[in-house]
């Protein structure tokens, strides 16, 4: 039900309102709904939590546990995997931590893995300050000293660290940890919902090795899954690990009121954000902002800062900050030092922010499980919380902020990860025969796949068939190619990070992923980190570093990119008429060929730079579909390649309703006349090497995709089409051509016999 704001409000709550009334102009606060809170239901922790455990939960807080949190415990301790899926702030952590700090009690230790540096060294902030005697925990990651690792091995119980540490520093290097691992009791995967994709494929291969190093040296750990509220949890927990777990989804927890406000840009959602990160912050009312982009993030700290003045309590927050910086900012946000943060989603994740009354959320976050999470970020503290969605120019946001029912009571989706994918399955057998021998039993730990990708492992040398099962090759081509897990990338950032160092001072400012780089600190860009303004003098990728001189020459700049398809394969085909929409492999080409300048004061682009950067190939999964010149003779006159284009855009806006995804996940191609097809053809691809299932769920929708995705077209009010409709804010060829009529025409076309 939508309704009007309740009286009776706190005072942050009001406050908070009162500046959405005041800084809206006409029209912007188009919706705002109020979700009431609940009562919490407690109960006793059962018989089989230690008594110890049970007393430092007390001394924290914790006497009376939720019910979902005893019920995950119970099952633990009883042996069994279990997820846990309940909305953000519902404390997920203690029902985990109970159980987890048991089991080292009976001698056990355990192993915690988070997707951030943040959430680790926040949940071992938690366990340390519980100090159950005999616990002993340390976090293991890329921030650790060498006295910190040399420590973890020989003494931790509690062992905090990420999937990509676990996947290429301690199972390779398993015999060092064999004392550990023959303990193991418990794996918890925190925040398991946020492992989708060809990330989460990876990490979920990654959980297959761990279970056999572990079974190896004699460990037998459950698993404890915990995820914001998500579809069919079990379902996911299994992807994840191939083990059955339980569901707890009864939320036990008491709930906040939570105010939810739709918040229609007149600007762009940065500079929206800015403004009411900076009001919210003079009427000292704890905030943060989701950012869609580090670029953005950075923008919009900074921008609310000047506003604001000297010394205002305004910070950013992205990854690629040192780790000093992040602990810093993370500290300064709890202990009220910083009063607004504009942040990336390094921050959405469970890290522990009790004081935030607002959330600002620029820009559909990619899903309706981070829309949640996020907005979960408010109210911890039990004070009524408010939530702003700003919607940006794009396609997705314009009909998700006119259709309010569908932002706001929209079903969560499921997982969408494929732990068989080739280019997933191939390099993990590999790794994984690095570690131990593979064996006819560890095949089906693997999943069905792969056998076939061991036979082809064998039969190109990377294995080698003996009596005691795959081996890798002899020590010395295993030599050569070094640490294999170290060779794959879980996270699709193509290896060892690109360092952004200043030129002058030698000092580490940052750090970014190769194709990101290419994007944004190639020759002649302007970058910015925290708030500063850097000009990139050199990108010397053979050395992996880019220097840069912080100075502000009053303009930004945009990189413009090249792409080629080739078709490799088809695997599925619908005939729609005169129209094919083909499922089908596909080879990506895709290079940086030059940037452009845009003044800040104008947003006028000045003459393109050339560049001369690597061509990237991605083999991936694609969707396409394709028209003959016959059908096409009612749009004589219309610039077919603009209507493409446009249509383009705006299916790749509007896919992330329909599979779990956004539009960074995904690219397009659009063209007259392809080669392949002989046909005007528009590809929409999985931006991942191998694919990551959105082509597939494409597919299965296209029909209603691309129904929502004309309706989203014609109903714009604008004239020739403009951000919120057909305009891309990452075309690599500046948004030309497009025609707005056109694209509505052709999808019409196609659409006129869909099945």
Known sequence: MLTSVADGETRADSAALTVLRTAQRAGELVHLEHIPGQDGQSTSWPASIRPEVVAALAKAGIAAPWTHQAAAAAQARAGRSVIIATPAASGKSAGYLAAALSEILDGGTVLYLAPTKALAADQLRTVRELAVPGVRPICYDGDSTIADRAWAQAHANYLLTNPDMLHSGMLPSHNRWRGFFKRLRVVIVDECHGYRGVFGSHVAQVLRRLRRVAAHHGGRPVFVLASATIADPAVCARLLTGLDAVEVTNDGSPRAPLTFALWGARRPA??????????????????LAFIRSRRGAETVALTARNSLGDGAAVAAYRSGYLADDRRDLEAGLREGRITGMAATTALE??????????????????????????????GRAGRHAVAVFIARDDPLDTYLLHHPAILLHHPLEPAVLDPANPYVLSPHLAAAAAELPLTETDLGLFGPAAADAVAELTKAGELRQRQSGWHSPAKEHTARRGNLARQISLRGDHGRPIRVVEETTGRLVGTMDQPSAC??????????????????????????????ECRDPGYTTQARTVTDIDVMAERRRARWGDADVVLGDVRVTRQVVGYATVRSESKRKRQETALSLPVRTLAT?????????????PLEGTSLGGAAHAAEHASIGLLPLFATCDRWDVGGLSTELHPATGQLTVFVYDGHEGGAGFAERGFAVAADWLRATRNAIDSCSCESGCPSCVQSPKCGNGNSPLSKAGAIGLLGVLLGKAI
């Open 270 to 287: 940065t500079s929206e954000a800015a403004d009411l990160l900076a009001a919210m912050v003079k009427a000292e009312i704890p905030a």
């Open 349 to 378: 994740l469970g890290v522990d922010i009790p004081c935030l009354d607002a959330v600002l959320i620029a820009g559909w976050p990619g899903t309706w499980s981070s829309l949640w999470q996020q907005a979960g970020r408010a």
């Open 519 to 548: 994007r944004f600190v190639h020759d002649g860009a302007v970058y910015l980190h925290q708030g500063d303004t850097y000009l990139v003098s050199k990108l010397d990728l053979a050395d992996r570093v880019a220097l840069v």
């Open 621 to 633: 999964t694609a969707i396409w579909w394709t028209i003959p010149n016959g059908p096409l003779a």
